[in-house]
RNA sequence: GCCGGUGUGGUGGAAUGGCAGACGCGCUGGACUCAAAAUCCAGUGUACGCGAGUACGUGUCGGUUCGAGUCCGACCACCGGCACCA
């Protein structure tokens, strides 16, 4: 018989809701568990399957804390500002503000209707001017640390959406958005010194528990290089003694530098234009190097080119050497110092420039053939050719000269980081406005705290003005204002946040959603905090995981928060693809809409199917077939309410399976492997069909397990086996250590390492016990004529070779 | 190039060094039905065999072990991240 979801689960959610079940109290005696997920984008799509996937996962944690005595805070918001629905405005004329109501009055329909125990009480809107007050307030102490600063640089710009973005958006030279390609444009740009925790953000890892390749991601992408800055003297510059400053993690091989290259951009060449002779040729490669996207130009085993400064030269501090110096658009100014020591036997990039240009190739480390490529084998030869590191392995001689180096002044220890400031205005009006305002006389002043949020203004249009700057900048009424300082007519900035923005402290405000005296109350913060379990996309770790992580540092350092991490643990969901197994998108026609499906199959099948469909962590075909196998499993489940007797223990055949599966549930439900908990659910109700009986206590004990999963219907069939206490309310099973094994088993026999047969055995047997029971049985007792040796694991196996 | 990960039936996927393929889908046969759907029962890695069974089988090749999908070494393929990062 199919049970009736529709009116099931209608029913339950409304009891919840009466109940309070999934609120959480400030301050309880038990102890509390926060569970995360990466609140969503209010799109005008709806809900996405991958939602689901991302969700039902702490949503089963969270259920099941809950009955295990915590006090569980589950809540839910959302991320709201963002291109989609401001060009859909502009599309449709209605305000931004409407749209967003809309998508969230949508969305938040369809988290109900899946019967997620968020904690509704405590919803956060980013968009919210309540909430982005403090987004702002966030950003006004970054200003007012230098953390926060605005500086003319070459960002990454996408034309289509017009707007700069950060590294971490443009990833592969490709905008993050709509997926056209990025290039390179001079601007001002608000930066957030990000880099300056890059320390912090790595240290951090290991005080926290990420998924290993979430950590590796993060320290690729933080990309810290041990190194050494050493000064090379220039000759023919127009200051005598000038110096150009290179990075190198290599300073072993300094004998081995035939040139130096320094980027297209590095100031030395307008500071010395008088004596570079080919300046012409200079400025034209240099107009060349800024037509091309930083992808171009980044590319990998891209033809090197480049151009030498005529007149002047850089003398090497070790030797005295004397050695050219270039300009090539293989060395950027963002990194390091901007110049590098070119050692060609011992660096590809330097091997291709020295045969290109016919430069000289010196080998310092033995080992390789440099005749056909560099050796960059740090773990192989030894330093030659260089005086008194010869003989040293690269370790030695590394230690060596740095000490040198540092002792002679010539140079310093140094570490780099690859991860680049944060980008952070964006020439859009679906923002948080920047909380500045710019005087002629006080220079770029911070709004008040008092006079915040600073508010969006309304528009008649969201189109960016002809230069490209934010619509904001049509109002003048926002534009101008007076200096907060000294009362002079000023200017307002008119650019607003990135859409990391208010995502980077959501976590924060959840645990005190209305407070307008501080972003949230200290002693709440340290009662609820810091995340215990979050679970979000992998594409999020290096943008949004990495930005969060980095605020909350910050506002920890000045105080505000009480945690240096945010989040203790963080997993995360493999995608869920199409049916044909490629990218769920709308173009390819293979997108599973969640609303027609909770229509046919409801909401207790959809959320075990997606538990079930495969490893949570990897990338998973969506199958409409495999659903049915739940729905099945469910109706199954349903029908137990006819095999029940009135018996509250356990029968005693089912006492070890029982056990068992409380613990193999529970456990797996920790681990993140739902759909081997949900196996072991299916095979338990497999086996008692075909005993054809359960007790009322097996049954209740299995309810609660299936409960997180399940919920509805797991109530209502404990309403109707007589029980007056809601499964939410009630506690989860314990399973009995000494009830885990039956006293008898199979054991399998194997003679000579291949698998014979089975015998039945007392678990605790020994093995005289068990070769006794060998013999007697014929056909394996005839195998046995010869017996050598007898290996026997008790529990697993006896092998026995003949 | 560097750093991760993965490779198992028709299919999604299970297996602390100990019975490979749990559980689900699909498929085949049967029961019920006038019939179909639903449901229930049985079967379902490959090859050979009427059969009990035998041999082979977790990307490839080798090794360790009484015993390897699992550990080690070499390789192949695919996926993800980083990348002229000095």
């Known amino acids: 018989m199919e049970y009736d979801f529709k009116s099931i689960e209608q029913k339950w959610q409304g009891v919840w809701e009466k109940e309070k079940i999934c609120e959480a109290v400030d301050f309880s005696d038990k102890p509390k568990f926060y569970g ?134 443009s990833q592969g030279g490709v905008c993050d958005r709509c997926g056209s390609a990025v290039i390179q444009r001079e601007k001002n740009v608000w930066f957030l010194k990000i880099r300056d925790y890059a320390e912090k953000l790595l240290d951090g890892l290991n005080d926290v528990d990420y998924l290993p390749r979430v ?22 510059g127009v200051v005598p003694d000038a110096k150009i400053r290179v990075f190198t993690t290599r300073a072993d091989t300094l004998f081995g530098v035939t040139f130096m290259v320094i980027a297209p951009e590095h100031p030395f060449i307008s500071e010395n234009e008088k004596n570079i002779r080919n300046m012409r040729e200079i400025e034209d490669y240099r107009a060349e190097t800024k037509k ?82 560099a050796y960059t084998d740090i773990n192989g030869g030894v330093l030659i050719n260089s005086d008194f590191l010869n003989g040293r392995s690269v370790k030695d001689a590394l230690k060596k000269i740095t000490a040198r180096l540092t002792e002679k002044g010539l140079g310093n220890v140094k570490v780099n980081y690859n991860m680049k400031d944060w980008a952070f205005n964006r020439q859009r009006y679906w923002g948080e406005p920047i909380p500045i305002v710019y005087c002629e006389k006080c220079g770029a002043v911070p709004v008040p705290e008092s006079e915040l949020p600073l508010v969006l203004p309304p528009l008649d249009s969201y189109k960016q003005t002809e230069n490209g700057e934010s619509p904001l900048a049509n109002v003048e009424s926002f534009v101008n204002c007076k200096c907060p300082v000294c009362g002079a007519p000023a200017k307002r900035e008119t650019d607003t946040m990135p859409q990391w923005a208010g995502s980077s402290w959501y976590y924060l ?75 769920m998108s709308k173009s390819l026609g293979n997108v599973v809409s969640p609303d027609s499906l909770i229509k046919e ?20 075909p969506w199958s409409n077939a495999s659903i049915s196998g739940c729905r099945r499993f469910l109706d199954r489940v349903y029908n137990l309410l006819t095999l029940t007797d009135g018996n509250e223990g356990y029968s005693k055949k089912h006492t070890t399976l029982i056990n068992r599966l409380i613990k193999k549930v529970g456990e797996d439900i920790e681990a993140m492997k739902f759909n081997t908990a949900i196996a072991a659910m299916m095979a338990f109700i497999n086996e008692i069909y075909s005993d054809g009986y ?28 007589g029980y007056d206490t809601i499964l939410a309310k009630s506690a989860y099973p314990k399973y009995d250590e000494k009830n885990l094994e039956d006293s008898a088993f199979e054991l399998p026999v194997q003679i000579n390492g291949k698998l014979k047969g089975t015998v039945i055995v007392e678990k605790d047997a020994d093995l005289a016990a068990v070769k006794a029971a060998v013999l007697g049985n014929p056909s394996l007792s005839a195998l046995l004529t010869d017996i050598k040796k007898e290996i026997y694991i008790p529990k697993k196996i006896i092998n026995f070779i003949v």
């Open 36 to 169: 995360l997920i990466e609140f969503p984008y209010p799109s005008g799509n709806g809900l996405h399957v991958g939602h689901l996937r991302a969700f039902t996962s702490i949503e089963i944690i969270a259920r099941k804390r809950r009955l295990e005595g915590f006090n569980v805070l589950f809540p839910i918001g959302f991320d709201a500002f963002g291109l989609p629905t401001e060009n859909y405005a502009m599309q449709t004329g209605k305000h931004p503000r409407v749209v967003t109501d809309d998508n969230i009055a949508t969305f938040t329909r369809q988290l109900k209707a899946f019967g997620y125990s968020f904690d509704y009480s405590r919803v956060v809107d980013t968009t919210d001017k309540d909430y982005y007050k403090w987004t702002q307030w966030i950003f006004i102490q970054l200003f007012k640390r230098g953390l926060a600063y605005k500086s003319k640089a070459y960002v990454n710009y996408c034309e289509k959406c017009k707007v700069i973005l950060a590294n971490e958006e």
């Open 509 to 583: 405000r959840y645990i005190d959603p209305k407070n307008d005296k501080a972003l949230a109350d200290f002693e709440k913060l340290k009662y609820f905090g810091p995340v215990d379990w979050y679970n979000g996309g992998m594409e999020h770790v290096t943008r949004h995981l990495i930005y969060s992580r980095f605020w909350n540092h910050f506002l920890y350092d000045i105080g505000a928060v009480p945690f240096k991490e945010p989040y203790k643990k963080r997993t995360a969901q493999g995608l869920v693809l199409g049916e044909n197994g490629v990218k």
């Open 215 to 236: 950590k590796t991601e993060q320290i690729n992408w933080i990309g810290k290089s041990q190194g050494a800055e050493i000064d090379f003297k220039v000759k023919g």
């Open 601 to 620: 199959a409801g909401a207790d099948v959809l959320r075990l199917y997606i538990m079930f469909m495969g490893d949570y962590e990897s990338p998973v």
């Open 292 to 373: 091309k996207n930083e992808f171009e130009r980044t590319r990998v085993n891209k033809d090197k080119t480049g151009v030498r400064l005529d007149g002047v030269s850089a003398v090497n501090p070790v030797n005295g050497r004397e050695i050219p110096v270039f300009i090539s658009d293989y060395v950027t100014l963002d990194y390091g110092t901007g110049a590098v020591m070119a050692v060609p036997a011992h660096d590809t990039r330097d091997y291709e420039f020295a045969k290109k240009f016919g430069l000289d190739i010196i080998e310092v480390i033995s080992g390789g053939d440099i005749s056909k490529e």
């Open 694 to 721: 359960i007790s009322k206590g097996e049954l209740k004990a299995f309810l609660l397990l299936l409960y997180p999963f399940v919920p509805h219907l797991a109530e209502e069939l404990n309403e109707r086996l």
